[in-house]
């Protein structure tokens, strides 16, 4: 039996989740709604409070959408009642972060600033000029929009300059020495 699989899903306080066909789960919290269509599969059933997943039989890839479909309500149930956010550094001379009302403008040292609008249902904050938050209810869409932003100035090995996660270690390496 899949360990995470067969662990039920406890409904929070102030969190609705419906099940419609098609196994189209809708889950409402106070902070937002997120709905998803999971693999049709699997039966999610709703069981006093909790909601438990069960698959029809043991092949490989049955037990591998077991474990994920059970992780996916977890998550949008986590999404509704505390949120996800995610925290990038920038680090390096002269690179810096604005906002301009929904837009993140980001100076990186190219000849022009980079300006990356805030998809729907994602918010980012600024912490000084080089920490940025970003926050949302559905983990998937922040860890995108978290990466996209990585990606204008991924972090070198050098000097370290770039935007990196909070959480992130940069392997430094040792620069070229001079001729003797």
Do not use: C, F, W
């Not at 809708?26 to 709703?46: D, F, N, S, W």
């Not at 080089?130 to 949302?136: C, D, E, F, L, R």
């Amino acid at each position: 039996m899949s360990r995470i699989g067969k662990m039920p899903v406890a409904i929070p306080a102030g969190v609705t989740v419906t099940i419609a066909e098609n196994n189209e789960v809708t889950v409402k919290g106070p902070k937002g709604t997120l709905v998803r269509v999971l693999p049709a599969q699997m039966t999610i059933k709703e069981e006093d409070g909790h909601i438990v997943v069960t698959r029809p039989n043991d092949l490989k890839q049955m037990k591998s959408l077991h474990g994920l479909t059970r992780t996916l309500i977890n998550n949008m149930v986590h999404g509704v009642t505390e949120g996800y956010e995610k925290v990038l550094e920038i680090n390096g001379v002269g690179y810096r972060a604005s906002k301009q009302g929904k837009k993140l403008v980001l100076s990186l040292g190219y000849s022009h600033p980079v300006e990356m609008e805030d998809p729907e249902g994602i918010e980012t904050v600024l912490d000084g000029q080089n920490k940025i938050t970003v926050k949302g209810i559905s983990k998937e869409k922040v860890g995108q929009y978290a990466a996209e932003i990585r990606d204008k100035r991924r972090p070198e090995p050098y000097k370290g300059k770039g935007i990196k996660y909070a959480d992130e270690v940069i392997r430094r390496k040792v620069g070229k020495t001079g001729k003797k």
